[in-house]
């Protein structure tokens, strides 16, 4: 297994979520990233949904959070950052920020 990887991501957060300043409640968060989800299996862009959408800085940017290691990201992130395989979505990841879409793209 590598010891980085490259990935983008799209967050939602809710109120109660970690750093938050989202007035949506977190079924209303779980719906939405759902939505996004499906958009993209459906063809969406991942970087266009990630502008549109992402409560993360990182939107502006696709999402894109550039290269990490081991280590760098909470728990949850990381393991499904480094489960993906080269241009791969995961399912909805949830950490203590929200509710995560993450693509990797090394």
Do not use: W
């Amino acid at each position: 297994m590598s010891s980085t990887v490259r990935a983008s991501h799209i967050l939602l957060m809710y109120k109660g979520s970690s750093r938050s300043q989202a007035t949506r409640s977190k079924d209303e968060a779980l719906t939405e990233i759902n939505s996004i989800k499906e958009e993209i299996n459906q063809g969406a862009d991942f970087g266009q949904m990630a502008r549109q959408y992402s409560d993360c800085p990182s939107g502006e940017d696709g999402g894109d959070l550039g290269e990490f290691p081991q280590g760098a990201m909470v728990p949850e992130f990381e393991v499904a950052a480094f489960a993906l395989k080269s241009g791969e979505v995961s399912d909805v990841v949830e950490t203590p920020f929200g509710f995560h879409l993450i693509q990797r793209t090394d």
